[in-house]
């Protein structure tokens, strides 16, 4: 090999070994980041597969249902919930004798329901419009209430506005918050009120009863609570699920119930537990990775009513009401 020949091959080895040698430094430091973000990885993923109730998937689902999915949505929440019974009358006024504005049915075996203003008059109308909670294989339809008047009447929404495109529509219903002795059945109206034979012919099918199984178990229908008494009720022993949209700035642990309190700062949660609801915010305790366990206040519904966080229902838990008190 001659000189030049040499020089040459000696330039192009150089060149190759600086390559393999750069090479070799970014796989080092790529390999470094690997191992200084890897804890961080599995700790997220944790996140997911071990979270506990507080935490649960919103969408896992007991058969066909929803909760509320998306903070800010444009719903209107109203003051409280009632939960609706499968063959709901709903009244132009807060009286058995007003006119009916139709009646709301809903099945616990299918998804949908429907509103019969006439005996031949039924409109299908979808129940993510209609229901703010809606499972049917627990029994559970809930509709937001606005007003609610002394002697036991409540005024609903029964269909939605959330975009502006239609009217909102709100009905009156009969509040039944007085347990029903064994094996009473759903109060009935006044007889003026009752179906003829002729109008029966007309009943869906969708109008049937709730499943004898689910019968004595659902004496939550009829019965109306505020907000906040459903969420005292039901958060600790269902745990909560927080809605899309919310920043962790709104869902932050604080010191005190006050949005000027100051946060405690909590790494990757690991498990939250809720201990008590006080108006618009929780006590949680609550379980990170460093194995912390940190006592604060977390909201779970804003200033302008909009709910934040929601009760698990779709995790089986039945609601639970207290009535008769």
């Not at 058995?96 to 329901?113: C, K, P």
């Not at 059945?185 to 009120?193: K, L, N, T, V």
Request: proline share 6%; net charge negative.
């Amino acid at each position: 090999m001659n000189c030049t020949n040499r020089k040459l091959f000696n330039i192009l080895m150089n060149q190759f070994l600086q390559s393999v040698r750069k090479m070799e430094n970014r796989f080092f430091i790529l390999k470094n980041e690997i191992k200084r973000l890897f804890p961080a990885a599995i700790a997220l993923l944790l996140v997911f597969f071990f979270s506990g109730a507080s935490f649960s998937n919103p969408y896992r689902q007991a058969g066909f249902g929803f909760g509320p999915q998306t903070y800010n949505d444009g719903f209107n929440y109203g003051a409280g919930i009632y939960f609706a019974p499968p063959d709901l009358r709903l009244y132009q006024q807060p009286d058995y004798d007003s006119e009916l504005v139709g009646r709301l049915y809903w099945h616990n075996q299918y998804s949908d329901a429907f509103i019969e203003k006439t005996p031949t008059q039924q409109d299908r109308i979808d129940p993510a419009d209609t229901f703010i909670c809606f499972y049917p294989k627990l029994s559970v339809a809930m509709l937001p209430v606005v007003s609610t008047t002394d002697d036991g009447w409540a005024e609903v929404i029964y269909q939605q506005a959330p975009e502006k495109i239609r009217t909102e529509r709100t009905a009156w219903v009969p509040i039944h918050n007085e347990p029903a002795a064994s094996g009473d059945e759903w109060p009935e109206p006044e007889a003026s009120e009752t179906k003829t034979s002729e109008a029966r012919e007309f009943e869906p099918e969708n109008s049937k009863p709730v499943d004898e199984e689910l019968e004595n178990e659902a004496n939550h229908w009829g019965v109306y609570q505020t907000w906040v008494e459903f969420m005292k009720l039901n958060a600790k022993s269902a745990g909560v699920y927080w809605l899309s949209g919310v920043s962790n700035y709104q869902h932050a642990l604080r010191m005190r119930d006050n949005d000027d309190a100051k946060i405690i700062p909590v790494t990757v949660i690991k498990k939250m537990r809720i201990q008590h609801v006080r108006a618009n915010w929780m006590l949680v305790e609550v379980s990170d990775f460093q194995g912390r366990h940190p006592i604060g206040w977390v909201r779970w519904r804003d200033k302008a009513g909009k709910i934040m966080a929601f009760p698990n229902l779709s995790g089986e838990h039945l609601p639970i009401v207290m009535v008769g008190l």
